[in-house]
């Protein structure tokens, strides 16, 4: 069992930041890759953002290439999602989700079945 536990949400304004983190606690040690997803409202969960645990190689959705970065610290078993420049359409519940499963093939990284675990999620709204 791995349990995630997401903060950093907010209301923020237009072109402002915010920066999620993601705490994972439990079976970490098998951990091959972390990511962030969203869903805004009426909508269906889409990815945003993925690492590979070990390698550091990062994934990102069109929407938010350029303007969020994603990074974790492993001694800290934290993953972080740094967003900036953010707009409207950014507001969402985030959702971090990890990938702790072996398999013959890596698994997608921008698909949810490709994930184990989810945490409960944190809301972004963007506003003036």
């Known amino acids: 069992q791995v349990q995630l536990v997401e903060s950093g949400g907010g209301l923020v304004q237009p072109g402002g930041s915010l920066r999620l983190s993601c705490a994972a606690s439990?079976?970490?040690?098998?951990?091959?890759?972390m990511g962030w997803f969203r869903q805004a409202p009426g909508k269906e969960r889409q990815f945003a953002a993925a690492?590979?645990?070990?390698?550091?190689?990062?994934y990102y959705a069109d929407s938010v290439k350029g303007r969020f970065t994603i990074s974790r610290d492993i001694a800290k078993n934290t993953l972080y999602l740094q967003m900036n420049s953010l707009k409207p359409e950014d507001t969402a519940v985030y959702y971090c989700?990890?990938?702790?499963?072996?398999?013959?093939?890596?698994?997608?990284?921008?698909?949810?079945?490709?994930?184990?675990?989810w945490g409960q999620g944190t809301q972004v709204t963007v506003s003036s």
């Open positions: 989700a990890v990938d702790v499963t072996r398999t013959p093939q890596p698994r997608p990284v921008r698909s949810q079945i490709a994930y184990d675990y």
């Open positions: 439990g079976r970490t040690y098998t951990t091959y890759k």
């Open positions: 690492i590979s645990w070990s390698g550091g190689n990062t």
